[in-house]
T-cell receptor
Framework: DSGVTQTPKHLITATGQRVTLRCSPR?????VYWYQQSLDQGLQFLIQ???????AKGNILERFSAQQFPDLHSELNLSSLELGDSALYFC??????????????FGPGTRLTVL | DAKTTQPNSMESNEEEPVHLPCNHS???????IHWYRQLPSQGPEYVIH???SNVNNRMASLAIAEDRKSSTLILHRATLRDAAVYYC?????????????FGKGMKLTVNP
C-alpha cells in the first residue's frame, strides 16, 4: 500500500460525458502528479500540482483539467469524453522537490472505460 | 528528456540473480537515474535511484557506469513477485517539475 488513494476504482461512461477522478496523496506530500496509461501510448505524464499550484503540464488535452485543493487532494476532470480516453489514470505523490531525487508513490489507478 | 534504451524483455529463474540493463547516453549531468516497476494490474512502484555512485536498498542494487551513460538494476535473488515491467527513467528538476517520463520499459519474466 503506497498510501495514495484513488477513487473510483472503475468508471464506465458514454462518449460526450464528463467525469471526475479523485486522488488523495500520502500524508505530508505536497506534490501530486497525474499520469495516463493506455495500450498504444504507454504511461504518459499529464499534469503536476504542488501545494495547490500548477507546476508542470505534459500531454494533457484541453478537454482535461485538474486542480489541487487546500487539503492537498486533487481532482482530474475529463470532459467531452471520447473512446480514445479509455485508459488507466494514475495519481502519484511526492514530498517537496529535491532536485530530482524524490521517489513518487503511485496510487492503484482508476480504470476509465468510455463506451 | 533523456532517451533510454532497454531490452523489450528478459527471463530469469527464481532465486537466481538478474541484471537489467539500461542505456541513457543523453542523460544530463544533474539527472538522477530512477528505476520503477509495474506489477500486473498495479500502479508503478519505486525501486531505486542514484546519481553517480552505486546504490543498494532492500529491493535491489543499482550499478551506474562511470560515464553515467548506462546503468544496471540488479535483483540479487529473483522471486516470482519480481515479474513486472521495469522502467529506467533519467529524471531531474526540469522547469521546477520532477515529472517522470516513462519509456516502453522491459518485461521481466521469472520462471519457477
Amino acid at each position: 500500500d503506497s498510501g495514495v488513494t484513488q477513487t473510483p476504482k472503475h468508471l464506465i461512461t458514454a462518449t460526450g460525458q464528463r467525469v471526475t477522478l479523485r486522488c488523495s496523496p500520502r500524508s505530508g506530500d505536497l506534490s501530486v502528479y497525474w499520469y495516463q496509461q493506455s495500450l498504444d501510448q504507454g504511461l504518459q505524464f499529464l499534469i503536476q500540482y504542488y501545494n495547490g499550484e500548477e507546476r508542470a503540464k505534459g500531454n494533457i488535452l484541453e478537454r482535461f483539467s485538474a486542480q489541487q485543493f487546500p487539503d492537498l487532494h486533487s481532482e482530474l476532470n475529463l470532459s467531452s469524453l471520447e473512446l480514445g480516453d479509455s485508459a488507466l489514470y494514475f495519481c502519484a505523490s511526492s514530498v517537496v522537490s529535491s532536485g530530482g531525487a524524490n521517489e513518487q508513490f503511485f496510487g492503484p489507478g482508476t480504470r476509465l472505460t468510455v463506451l | 528528456d533523456a532517451k533510454t534504451t532497454q531490452p523489450n524483455s528478459m527471463e530469469s529463474n527464481e532465486e537466481e540473480p538478474v541484471h537489467l540493463p539500461c542505456n541513457h547516453s543523453t542523460i544530463s549531468g544533474t539527472d538522477y537515474i530512477h528505476w520503477y516497476r509495474q506489477l500486473p494490474s498495479q500502479g508503478p512502484e519505486y525501486v531505486i535511484h542514484g546519481l553517480t555512485s552505486n546504490v543498494n536498498n532492500r529491493m535491489a542494487s543499482l550499478a551506474i557506469a562511470e560515464d553515467r551513460k548506462s546503468s544496471t538494476l540488479i535483483l540479487h535473488r529473483a522471486t516470482l513477485r519480481d515479474a513486472a515491467v521495469y522502467y529506467c527513467i533519467p529524471s531531474g528538476l526540469l522547469g521546477g517539475s520532477e515529472k517522470l517520463v516513462f519509456g516502453k520499459g522491459m518485461k521481466l519474466t521469472v520462471n519457477p
